[in-house]
């Protein structure tokens, strides 16, 4: 089984920064495309942004230029991060990870169990 859990939520003031971590634990062989989520009170889950296990990185339009994904591959860390700046009060939300991961055998789509962001206005 694979865990990845979340830290690094909280609340800020609007133009200000948060870093959000996800650490993936288990039975991991090899980690895939690894991306941040985001859920806010009454709208679907939306993708934040996604990063290859090469490196190449996605965003939505929404965060481009304010949001940086980037991932620590190295054997005693599999944690990708997301840096937040100039945040948005629109930005507040239920921010999840999500891996895919195989254990050498099959992979499949991990999610963690989520991190508050709250920016105040």
């Known amino acids: 089984q694979v865990q990845l859990v979340e830290s690094g939520g909280g609340l800020v003031q609007a133009g200000g920064s948060l870093r959000l971590s996800c650490v993936a634990s288990?039975?991991?062989?090899?980690?895939?495309?690894m991306g941040w989520y985001r859920q806010a009170p009454g709208k679907q889950r939306e993708l934040v942004a996604s990063?290859?296990?090469?490196?190449?990185?996605?965003?939505a339009d929404s965060v481009k230029g304010r949001f940086t994904i980037s991932r620590d591959n190295a054997i005693t860390k599999k944690t990708v991060y997301l840096q937040m700046n100039r945040l948005k009060p629109e930005d507040t939300a239920v921010y999840y990870c999500?891996?895919?991961?195989?254990?050498?055998?099959?992979?499949?789509?991990?999610w963690g169990q989520g991190t508050q962001v709250t920016v105040s206005s």
């Open positions: 999500n891996a895919w991961v195989s254990n050498g055998y099959n992979g499949n789509d991990y």
């Open positions: 288990g039975n991991i062989f090899v980690i895939g495309p």
């Open positions: 990063i290859t296990s090469g490196g190449s990185t996605d965003y």
